[in-house]
Nanobody
Framework: QVQLVESGGGLVQAGGSLRLSCAAS????????LGWYRQAPGKQREMVAR???????TYADSVKGRFTISRDNAKNTVYLQMNSLKPEDTAVYYC????????WGQGTQVTVSS
């Protein structure tokens, strides 16, 4: 089955940057329309950035212009470059497909201090 392993989170000050990685195995990576999701305490998980089935990208309004999703098919890895981080970006970040049908990884914690 598909395995997703997130990494790259940490504690940063507002205005800082992080790059998250999602290493995938068990399927054809370029076909799986993977994306990034996040869940803050007391909130439901929400889509942050993702590849569509057609190969385009889409972003939540709250991160447009600050976050960029990319992937390296040779490494079976999806990245999320996060710039100009804000305290409201604090959450556990996960990767999955459109319908969240793969087993969830452990996620990676992003904490942005004011």
């Amino acid at each position: 089955q598909v395995q997703l392993v997130e990494s790259g989170g940490g504690l940063v000050q507002a205005g800082g940057s992080l790059r998250l990685s999602c290493a995938a195995s068990g399927s054809i990576f370029s076909f799986n329309a993977l994306g990034w999701y996040r869940q803050a305490p007391g909130k439901q998980r929400e889509m942050v950035a993702r590849f569509t089935i057609g190969g385009t990208t889409t972003y939540a309004d709250s991160v447009k212009g600050r976050f960029t999703i990319s992937r390296d098919n040779a490494k079976n890895t999806v990245y999320l470059q996060m710039n100009s981080l804000k305290p409201e970006d604090t959450a556990v970040y996960y990767c999955n497909n459109l319908h969240n049908s793969y087993p969830w990884g452990q996620g990676t914690q992003v904490t942005v201090s004011s």
